[in-house]
């Protein structure tokens, strides 16, 4: 089975701090995904990345920064936490069904980690 | 723009008894995925089932299945002989030509024994 990990299930941070949330894959997949989810809002796409060193950003980037230094590993950042930014976050990872056969997508999640920041 | 619309925040439904969540969405493409995902009190969010927007059969996967009708962009799912387990947070989602996923705000469903 595909395996999304996140570092941490909660996490309790300081306004100003800096803040790093980790995230692995153990399938080789091209493309991973950082998402907030909040009540009433679903899913929002923080960045996303579909290769080593390549990153886009999605719609709500303010904020946060990516790294993706290593293929299975995608790390989102806080560059100074702030109150608003508390908030469930998903990682997410996909790949490519049949490749060339048109676009067909499957997307794994992690389990999410809780940051409250205070 | 693509977007999701999910009208129901909450849904109830008796154990063993059927139920169906409501999703529109508005696009231009033709071709494109629909999906929903569910989301357990754990939070691990699993794909429950998929529909190409190019198939005219609905999908089924057990005990769920989708009625997706592609002129009203309808996308709603149907849950038979609903379980204890079925209770999550549902999402239903849409994705075409890009990596971006477009997700509703999702429907809380609860099972009633």
């Known amino acids: 089975d595909v395996k999304v990990t996140q570092s941490s299930r909660y996490l309790v941070k300081r306004t100003g701090e800096k803040v790093f949330l980790e995230c692995v894959q153990d399938m080789d997949h091209e493309n991973m995904f950082w998402y907030r989810q909040d009540p009433g809002l679903g899913l929002r796409l923080i960045y996303f990345?579909?290769?080593?060193?390549?990153?886009e950003k999605g719609d709500i980037p303010e904020g946060y920064s990516v790294s993706r230094e290593k293929k299975e590993r995608f790390s989102l950042i806080l560059e100074s936490a702030s109150t608003n930014q508390t908030s469930m976050y998903l990682c997410?990872?996909?790949?490519?069904?049949?490749?060339?056969?048109?676009?067909?997508?499957?997307?794994?999640f992690g389990p999410g980690t809780r940051l409250t920041v205070l | 723009a693509q977007t999701v619309t999910q009208s129901q925040p909450e849904m109830s439904v008796q154990e063993a008894e059927t139920v169906t969540l409501s999703c529109t969405y508005d696009t231009s493409e033709s071709d494109y995925y629909l999906f929903w995902y569910k989301q357990p009190p754990s939070r691990q969010m699993i794909l429950v089932i998929r529909q190409e927007a190019y198939k005219q059969q609905n999908a089924t996967e057990n005990r769920f299945s989708v009625n997706f009708q592609k002129a009203a962009k309808s996308f709603s799912l149907k849950i038979s002989d609903s379980q204890l387990g079925d209770a999550a947070m549902y999402f239903c989602?849409?994705?075409?030509?890009?990596?971006?996923?477009?997700f509703g705000t999702g429907t809380r469903l609860k099972v009633l024994a």
């Open positions: 997410a990872s996909s790949f490519l069904l049949n490749p060339g056969v048109g676009l067909r997508h499957r997307e794994f």
């Open positions: 990345s579909y290769d080593v060193k390549m990153k």
């Open positions: 989602a849409y994705l075409s030509g890009t990596y971006k996923y477009i």
